[in-house]
């Protein structure tokens, strides 16, 4: 597996695989395609984060935004696209991200109903921190 950062030039296929994360994360973001686009371009861009394709045998099967200027770094998404999942492909990139970037620790966020998420983060060996919680009336 190969990891390679992303470019502006990147901007639609990151667009695609950012709009799969969402709904697979089942988040109730919602957000145009104009929108999505503007902030994959403010990651790519920005000087607080990088954005990684992981590549195996040449294809595109996932990417991830890491803000490489936290202590620990923040893993903002993560994403392996869905005819990839399950074949141990998911934490073969993880461990490469961690390689990547030289750190052994990561911290991230799931959502609580994101429920296959929960489990993968937690197999890897990912432990509960904290609860974040919203109220919105």
Same mark, same amino acid.
């Given at each position: 597996?190969? =990891? =390679? ?17 969402? $709904?697979? *994360? ?18 790519? &861009?920005? &000087? ?7 590549? $195996? ?8 935004? =890491?803000?490489?200027?936290? &202590? ?15 074949? *141990?492909?998911? +934490?073969?990139?993880? $461990? ?5 970037? *030289? ?30 919680? +919203?109220?919105?009336?």
């Amino acid at each position: 597996m190969k =990891i =390679i950062k992303c470019k502006l030039s990147d901007c639609s296929k990151l667009v695609a695989l950012n709009q799969q994360f969402i $709904e697979d *994360g089942q988040s109730d973001a919602t957000m145009s395609i104009e929108q999505l686009e503007k902030r994959m371009e403010n990651f790519i &861009n920005s &000087n607080e984060y990088e954005v990684i394709y992981f590549l $195996e045998r040449e294809e595109i099967i996932g990417y991830a935004t =890491i803000k490489i200027v936290s &202590n620990p770094h923040y893993l903002s998404q993560f994403f392996i696209c869905r005819e990839h999942r399950n074949k *141990g492909l998911g +934490r073969l990139a993880f $461990e490469k991200l961690l390689e990547y970037f *030289g750190v052994d620790s990561i911290d991230l966020e799931v959502l609580q109903q994101n429920k296959e998420g929960v489990l993968f983060w937690e197999n890897i060996g990912f432990k509960l921190r904290c609860l974040y919680m +919203r109220y919105e009336p």
